[in-house]
Nanobody, 124 residues
């Protein structure tokens, strides 16, 4: 089993920055990919960014490319999502997720482990 605990998030004005963190514990050796998803009420959960823990390859949704950066600290089993130039449409609950199987980086169903979520609110 893998446990994920998010931290960070909060409220910021448009154009500002926030960083969210996700600390993994437990059977972290199983993980091959960690991702960040976001969800607003009434909409499906969408993939924001992901990083493959082995080679460090990263993937981003088109809507956040050039503004968000995902990174990892293997020594701390922690993944970060640095969010810059935030927009009101980035407002959502952000979830950290981890998977141990081969699959799409942006498909929530492929991720077997989830954090509790952290709220990001961007005001205009």
């Amino acid at each position: 089993q893998v446990q994920l605990v998010e931290s960070g998030g909060g409220s910021v004005q448009a154009g500002g920055s926030l960083r969210v963190s996700c600390a993994a514990s437990g059977s972290t050796w199983m993980i091959n990919c960690m991702g960040w998803f976001r969800q607003v009420p009434g909409k499906e959960r969408e993939g924001v960014a992901a990083i493959y823990t082995g080679g460090g390859a990263t993937y981003y949704a088109d809507s956040v490319k050039g503004r968000f950066t995902i990174s990892q600290d293997n020594a701390k089993n922690t993944v970060y999502l640095q969010m810059n130039s935030l927009k009101p449409e980035d407002t959502a609950m952000y979830y950290c997720a981890a998977k141990a199987i081969i699959g799409s980086w942006s498909a929530p169903g492929d991720f077997g482990y989830w954090g509790q979520g952290t709220q990001v609110t961007v005001s205009s």
